[in-house]
């Protein structure tokens, strides 16, 4: 090689180099312009708030991907993360407009939140997506999990339209983030912010975790 | 007189390829690394969170997808700063699409199964949009072209650098 095309190269690399400094100082913004954690409704928040890591969920019930996010890691995630302290996860609404049925399963899975039934009627509704998605029945499968009172007491509550509002901030917070697309995962740690969009394997998230939870 | 010109359309590609795709790689792995987050996370945590995007993909399995995400942008640095050197240019070259391939066959595949994730390329929340198929189907076809015309210049050299050669050897 000779010593022209040596000077050459060195010369590119060093404008590349610099070019993706400088690049990289302009993105920085991006991740950090996410809200903090806040208008958090503590009915749909699980864990200490304290922990070292705290993940929002964007998600939306008639979304299969959402579905899939749910069934592979949300028991494993609780057991080990949220319910040992180290995660404190938040649950955020995000109804798509192309989903008919997701705006009314956030109204009833947040009218039971508030009556201390967030999970089972969560599960429910993730369980028997196609079946609600088909028919429409959402108010069914959510009956099928809740006691004649309990669910007397949720719809009430859904009638009542007092918890719209919570799903409309939830929205809000996750169009400045902005969440594009369902599932997004949030998670904060040590004051950074690192949102990802789409499933995750348990292992994968698991590892991610444990980065995070491993920080000084 | 496009033969006997130094910079004739199939070295004006090479360069055009190695400047291009040597910066995107080089940009890309650096990226990955420090997620443009200030101060840089430990590496650690990039890696990991790299690993999360490649699982996105929903392509390989679990220990795969820890091996590309610890290697790959390590990989697409070192890709990056040969290509630009140019020493052995054929091999990089190669290597380079290859790569390029596989992230355009990643692309166009989680495309077409309306697959919503984010594209993971460099780190940041980008969506996987028929915009980043088409980016990364321009930069392979960019690549092949490249690899192409080197292989066919080595095979052709120019007169000029024919004669430097044979002088320097």
């Given amino acids: 090689m000779d010593r022209r095309r040596l000077i050459v190269s060195l010369f590119v690399l060093l404008a590349s180099m610099g070019l993706a400094a400088l690049t990289g100082s302009v993105s920085a913004g991006m991740p950090g312009q996410a809200p903090g954690v806040s208008d958090v409704d503590p009915y749909c928040a699980f864990g200490s708030k304290t922990a070292p890591v705290t993940m929002e969920v964007y998600s939306d019930f008639q979304c299969p991907a959402c579905k899939q996010l749910f069934k592979t890691t949300n028991q494993p995630l609780m057991d080990s993360y949220v319910n040992t302290g180290k995660v404190y996860l938040i649950h955020r609404d995000f109804p798509l407009p192309m989903h008919a049925y997701s705006r009314v399963a956030a109204s009833y899975a947040r009218a039971a939140a508030h009556i201390g039934k967030f999970e089972v009627v969560e599960q429910v509704l993730f369980q028997n997506q196609e079946k609600w998605e088909a028919n429409g029945d959402v108010k069914g499968t959510v009956a099928a999990v809740l006691s004649p009172a309990d669910m007397k007491k949720v719809q009430a509550l859904v009638d009542g339209r007092t918890l719209e509002p919570l799903i409309d901030k939830d929205k809000q917070a996750g169009q400045l983030i902005p969440v594009n697309q369902t599932p997004t995962t949030v998670f904060h740690s040590k004051g950074q912010t690192y949102p990802y969009a789409g499933v995750m394997s348990y292992d994968i998230l698991k590892q991610f975790l444990d980065q995070l939870l491993s920080q000084k | ?169």
Wanted: with cysteine.
């Fill in chain 2, 1 to 169: 007189m496009m033969q006997s010109s130094p910079l004739n359309f199939r070295r004006a590609v090479i360069w055009i390829g190695r400047l291009l795709l040597a910066g995107i790689f080089i940009y890309a792995g650096y990226a990955k690394l420090t997620m443009g987050l200030h101060p840089r996370p430990p590496i650690g945590v990039a890696l990991s969170f790299f690993a999360l995007q490649v699982d996105s993909y929903q392509i390989l399995p679990t220990w795969a997808v820890k091996v590309v995400a610890n290697l790959l942008p390590f990989i697409e640095i070192g890709l990056g700063l040969l290509l630009l050197i140019g020493w052995k240019l054929r091999i990089w070259a190669t290597l380079i699409t290859i790569v390029m391939l596989g992230f355009f066959f990643a692309v166009v595949r989680s495309y077409a199964l309306g697959l919503q994730i984010n594209c993971g390329c460099f780190a940041t929340p980008e969506p996987l949009t028929i915009k980043t198929v088409l980016r990364d189907g321009a930069l392979a076809a960019l690549a092949v072209l490249m690899t192409i015309f080197a292989f066919q210049e080595a095979a052709n050299r120019h007169p000029w650098t024919a004669r430097q050669n044979s002088r320097s050897a």
